[in-house]
């Protein structure tokens, strides 16, 4: 078992180093699940995958297990995409993501860990389609 | 109804800055939670496990940040429909929020430059707290 210090630190030594690429494809079975999932009947995506839906894809962020010696419970900080091509049912998604910074910081109920991290979607013609940007927080 | 935008197929061209998206209310289920978290992949106790989530100082399951905000991207896409292209979108999670409560997603626009125009979003809890706040830009086709 690591000392909390001891896991900030070795998430420090992977800021900015991708982790292993995962690909996946977008199947129409999975975007049907996940939009009655989020309650959205728009006929849309039934050739197109929503906003948000790349998160399924892929595991949203990439070795945080580590920091679980630190804290009790995981929170969500924020999400930030920024959308370079449509996702269309049937493409291919190659995820690929690394750890931005990774900090500790009093909070009101204790200290807070904060891991940013960035993965980057691309197709399979290779084309970037997207970027999120993320803040997972250990309390 | 959006009373500001006579013509429905141009109302991304003819917004106005200050104007409010037409509001989308949410009302969401453990049972959604539990199909969300499947959706995802993301089964993370505190969507599903009351005792867990109690454990770890919550009032019960919270609903994922990620449903919230997939439930502002359609506000969004709602509004936008094929006039214009999502191209930014971040959400800031500032509280929790429970099932059984009504999540009401709401929305104005705060510039237009051009052909872009930005958006400011957020969800209110059941007493008009802003749990979630976020931003989006779009760009007419």
Known sequence: MITSAEAIDLIKTRIGVDGPAMTATVEAGHVRRFVEAIGDPNPRWTKEAPPTFLVALAPVSFHLDDAEVYGTGWLNGGNRFEYFTPVLIGDQITAKGHVVDVYDKPGSSGNLLFIIFETEYSNQRGELVARLRGTAIRR | ?????????????????????????????????????????????????????????????????????????????????????????????????????????????????????ELEVWGEDESGKRTTLGTAAVELR
């Open chain 2, 1 to 117: 109804m959006n009373s500001e935008s006579p013509n429905l197929t141009r109302r991304v061209a003819n917004a106005k800055v200050g104007q409010e998206l037409p509001e989308l209310v949410k009302q969401p289920t453990t049972r959604q939670l539990v199909q969300y978290a499947g959706a995802q992949g993301d089964f993370y106790e505190i969507h599903y496990d009351q005792d867990y989530a109690r454990s770890i100082g919550l009032p019960g399951v919270i609903l994922h940040g990620l449903l919230k905000a997939a439930f502002l991207g359609q506000l969004i896409t709602d509004w936008i429909g094929d006039e214009a292209t999502l191209k930014t979108f971040e959400v800031s999670y500032r509280g929790i929020d429970v099932p059984a409560e009504p999540y009401r997603c709401r929305g104005k626009v705060t510039r237009i430059d051009g052909k872009n125009v």
